[in-house]
């Protein structure tokens, strides 16, 4: 994850591409008009190069410079994390970003990170380290506001309470255990759902009781 590439040198590509091996470009945002001027190609297609795909979905929040939240966002997430999903599946790796590189990547990173089963301490210092950008901490008003969305879902780890929350943007358990199996070294035991002996009346959702997720 990272900043804007529209501006990306030689040197940057021959990094992105060649070196770290990126096939996919996720933007995040949409570029001011100005940085388009002299480069009018990146309007859809990657700065990175004609072999990297380009995968754009503004996370910008309606009639605001603001970025959306993880509730508000839900269709928007669906397809991203969609995208990277079946690219990190594929062993393909996906280079997402917005313009810093800090809010709106870092709300996907959360999520990302969270269902890989990184602590909540570790993901706090992952975003914090946007800082060598753009100054970020955790108590900032955005990420902080995300933190308490995912908090609210049930689950008793951070981990179970980020599965949830894809599942309630429409991503299968499936496709998330694949996602797992794909990025983490060894295997990874499946997730699998622990249904409620009781379905509340008038829900349909099958969540967690207070074990939580499982694995195997």
């Known amino acids: 994850r990272g900043g804007m590439v529209i501006d990306a040198t030689d040197t940057d590509r021959n990094t992105w591409v060649k070196m770290l091996g990126i096939q996919h470009d996720v ?3 949409t570029y001011d ?21 380009l995968y754009q979905c ?6 605001s ?35 810093a590189g800090a809010d709106r990547t870092g709300m996907v990173a959360v999520v ?13 210092r992952d975003y914090e380290l946007t800082s060598f950008n753009t100054l970020r901490e955790r108590t900032n008003g955005a990420y902080y506001a995300d933190i308490r969305i995912l908090m609210m ?21 499936d496709k998330i255990n ?3 199996n794909a990025v983490i070294d060894g295997t990874p035991e499946d997730i699998k759902e ?19 997720w499982i694995d195997g």
Request: proline share 5%; with cysteine; hydrophobic share 35%.
């Open 153 to 173: 879902y049930p689950g008793k780890t951070f981990r179970d309470k980020c599965v949830e929350y894809l599942l309630d943007c429409g991503i299968s358990l």
């Open 178 to 180: 694949a996602f797992r």
């Open 65 to 99: 410079e603001n970025k959306q939240t993880l509730e508000q966002a839900k269709d928007e997430m669906n397809g991203i994390i969609n995208r990277i999903f079946d690219n990190a599946i594929a062993g393909e790796p996906t280079y997402f970003h917005c313009l």
């Open 27 to 29: 933007f995040l945002k």
């Open 58 to 63: 503004d996370l910008t929040a309606p009639n």
């Open 33 to 53: 008009e100005i940085l388009f001027v002299g480069r009018e190609q990146y309007r859809n297609k990657s700065p990175l190069g004609d072999h990297v795909s």
């Open 194 to 212: 622990k249904y409620l002996a009781v379905i509340p009346q008038g829900s349909n959702l099958c969540v967690p009781d207070g074990d939580g």
């Open 112 to 124: 990302l990170e969270g269902v890989l089963g990184v602590s909540k301490y570790d993901i706090d």
